[in-house]
């Protein structure tokens, strides 16, 4: 989830950023502040950093130090007690939204679509691992429905359980994404590990849809493929999409989330990544140890706002450590990893400062 209002709400400022209109730099901070909603909203619980799969587009196969930790579904349970869900009433208001300002429509099915109508509602339980490797998944799925919330991580589906995926299912779980980057399973390997494969994949997913279509399962089961500017990239992806043909998922090609370390940076098609970044006022994310750090992308948990182990959610988000990272946003601190290590811009990139202070607002 991310807050729906916040990102709505801001989008006039947005809009004037981007324009090139000059604001005083406190003025700003204050509109930003003003604007974000006091009480805590959760993007993503990563409650495992484990896995089995060596990505060659994953920080984690060749950047990540932090030790492994699967969550305890203790702290799980706590996080979840101290949210809530979107009201009905911001949801549409958010789908009203979308429709004007991205002309995107509910029924599409596109990488964009995914970002605006499905992440908002959702809790991510992925991070730097891989969830099906977690035991405990059926029960956080469970708690999720029990709340209220949607639940939804992204996974290799070479770890699929049927046992332990079908409960999941049954227990309620809303998305469940399988990411398959060629129906070649020595080029497979190649991507993602040896512990990687297509062929075997492929005849789980079938089974799962099978026996989808015979009970009342409502998960939708999300087929991608990551764009790594391969020069036969697309020919694959029209062979996915073709093994897919006639079943029921929700199928699309997804740019690649973070290339700032790739020597062959080739942009993306997000909305997501292509406005300056808004996290620091609408969303926070939990790593499996109970750390609340920056952001999702944070994979060695270089900037720890807080403990959920040891502070309310409230504290962490509202507290000095969060403010002051607000703060390094807009000015750009260099101490901070996301000045050099991100593809996202921040809201600092759009500030200019006046020369002459006077009303406060614009130049």
């Known amino acids: 989830m991310f807050d729906i209002n916040f990102y709505r709400k801001i989008e006039p400022l947005r809009v004037r950023l981007e324009k090139g209109e000059v604001f005083e730099k406190e003025w700003l901070l204050d509109q930003l502040e003003s604007t974000r909603d006091k009480r805590p909203i959760i993007y993503n619980v990563e409650t495992t950093n484990a896995c089995n799969m060596r990505c060659e587009m994953c920080p984690r196969t060749t950047m990540m130090t932090r030790k492994i930790v699967t969550m305890k579904p203790e702290l799980f349970k706590k996080i979840v007690d101290q949210i809530e869900p979107h009201k ?31 992440i908002p509602k959702v809790i991510q339980l992925h991070g730097y691992g891989d969830p099906l490797l977690d035991k405990n998944m059926p ?13 939804y991580f992204s996974c290799n589906p070479s770890n699929i359980d049927m046992e332990r995926t079908t409960i999941m299912f049954e227990n309620g779980l809303d998305y469940i994404k399988y990411s398959i980057e060629t129906i070649d399973d020595i080029l497979h390997k190649k991507i993602r590990g040896k512990a990687s494969n297509f062929t075997d994949s492929y005849k789980k997913i079938l089974k799962l849809l099978d026996q989808k279509s015979r009970t009342n399962f409502n998960t939708t089961i999300i087929i991608t493929m990551l764009d790594l500017h391969r020069p036969d990239q697309e020919e694959d992806f029209e062979k996915l999409k073709k093994a897919f043909e006639g079943c029921d998922v929700y199928l699309y090609f997804k740019s690649e989330d973070q290339q700032w370390y790739r020597k062959d940076y080739h942009g993306t098609t997000s909305v997501h990544w292509s406005e300056f970044c808004k996290h620091p006022w609408m969303s926070m994310t939990i790593k499996s140890d109970g750390e609340a750090t920056m952001c999702m992308e944070d994979f060695n948990n270089e900037i720890i706002l807080g403990n959920t182990r040891t502070e309310s959610l409230s504290d962490i988000w509202n507290g000095e450590k969060y403010q002051q990272f607000r703060r390094d946003h807009v000015e750009l601190n260099k101490d901070i990893k996301c000045v050099m290590q991100c593809d996202m811009s921040m809201v ?5 400062p006046k020369k002459k202070a006077d009303s406060g607002r614009t130049a």
């Open 88 to 118: 009905q009433e911001d949801w549409k208001l958010w789908e009203d939204f979308v429709i004007s300002r991205y002309g995107i429509l509910p029924a599409e099915m596109s990488e964009n679509h995914f970002f605006l109508y499905i």
């Open 139 to 151: 029960l956080y799925a469970k708690l999720l429905k029990e709340k209220g919330f949607q639940s």
């Open 348 to 352: 600092g990139h759009y500030f200019k």
